[in-house]
């Protein structure tokens, strides 16, 4: 599931704005908005966009849907920017502004000269620079976007849930059936590849869609609203591995983590279990299996 990567308040003119969420909760304090309003037409007209980006930059020209989803990024600037809203709408166009950004930093560097586990770690630094850039500049606690450990009461919970990425790698891996990244050979190259695949596509991964995503677009959509919204986005940002199976199996996973998050209130279980996904996908069981 490494298709996404790969492929304090906010102040404007000394005006003072809305508080964000409460660091005691990792839920969004504001109160949601219907999808029919006009700012969740807005949100669904992105979401179409971006999907319609990763389409382009997958099926028709890399450098096309590169510049789509510059265009869709520059949109949401301004939208954040000039439009005189509360807190979740900024919070919610500034956020998504992660979601291009992914698609233009994976196809905009020049990856081609590194080996390939090594894309993962190339890509992944300016996206966490990113996301603190996001945190301090909306205003978002730890806590409320899930970095912190779980409750001693949801501890086996946090584990089934990390040991279940070994199975999701497998079911992915007789969907995708990909080349290994790392060729056979020491155990230091695969313990490399296996820690880079851990950090760089489960814990980045995880705070950008159940950590930030998750409690912005909440604020504006509501619970429901920004469980499918951001699981759909997720799925979208996977079209890149040219399969429909994918896409809805990737989405479904997103649902999962999701519920697993809002249960424990951290991104510890799911980040191990996506890293553990991505693992067993790109690592093990291509090399077992060729």
């Known amino acids: 599931m490494s298709r996404s990567v790969h492929r304090a308040p906010m102040a404007t003119n000394g005006r003072r704005h809305a508080r964000g969420p409460s660091a005691a909760s990792a839920r969004?304090?504001?109160?949601?908005?219907?999808?029919?309003?006009?700012?969740?037409?807005?949100?669904?007209?992105?979401?179409?966009?971006?999907?319609?980006?990763?389409?382009?930059?997958?099926?028709?020209?890399?450098?096309?849907?590169?510049?789509?989803h510059v265009a869709i990024l520059c949109a949401l600037l301004l939208q954040a920017a000039l439009a005189p809203w509360s807190w979740p709408d900024q919070a919610f166009f500034l956020a998504l502004v992660i979601a291009p950004l992914i698609r233009i930093v994976s196809l905009g560097m020049?990856?081609?000269?590194?080996?390939?586990?090594?894309?993962?770690?190339?890509?992944?630094?300016?996206?966490?620079?990113?996301?603190?850039?996001?945190?301090?500049?909306?205003?978002?606690?730890?806590?409320?976007i899930g970095l912190r450990l779980p409750q001693p009461r949801d501890w086996p919970l946090t584990l089934l849930v990390a040991l279940s990425g070994l199975a999701l790698g497998g079911l992915e891996y007789l969907i995708?059936?990909?080349?290994?990244?790392?060729?056979?050979?020491?155990?230091?190259?695969?313990?490399?590849?296996?820690?880079i695949l851990l950090v760089c596509t489960g814990v980045i991964e995880e705070l950008i869609f159940r950590g930030i995503l998750l409690v912005t677009v909440g604020a504006l959509l509501g619970s429901t609203g920004s469980a499918i919204y951001t699981s759909v986005l997720f799925g979208?940002?996977?079209?890149?591995?040219?399969?429909?199976?994918?896409?809805?199996?990737?989405?479904?996973?997103?649902?999962?983590?999701?519920?697993a998050v809002r249960r424990t209130g951290s991104l510890l279980g799911v980040s191990l279990s996506h890293g553990l996904t991505n693992i067993v996908l790109f690592v093990v069981l291509p090399l077992l299996l060729r």
């Open 236 to 259: 979208l940002m996977h079209i890149g591995h040219l399969s429909v199976l994918d896409v809805f199996f990737v989405t479904a996973v997103a649902l999962y983590f999701t519920a």
């Open 110 to 144: 020049p990856l081609g000269r590194f080996a390939q586990e090594w894309w993962y770690l190339l890509t992944a630094v300016p996206l966490f620079a990113a996301c603190f850039v996001l945190t301090r500049t909306i205003g978002l606690p730890r806590a409320a």
């Open 176 to 195: 995708l059936r990909p080349a290994p990244i790392v060729s056979g050979g020491s155990f230091g190259p695969l313990l490399l590849a296996s820690l």
């Open 28 to 68: 969004p304090a504001a109160r949601p908005r219907s999808l029919r309003g006009a700012n969740g037409l807005a949100a669904l007209g992105y979401l179409a966009a971006i999907g319609l980006a990763e389409l382009v930059a997958a099926t028709v020209n890399p450098e096309w849907g590169v510049l789509m």
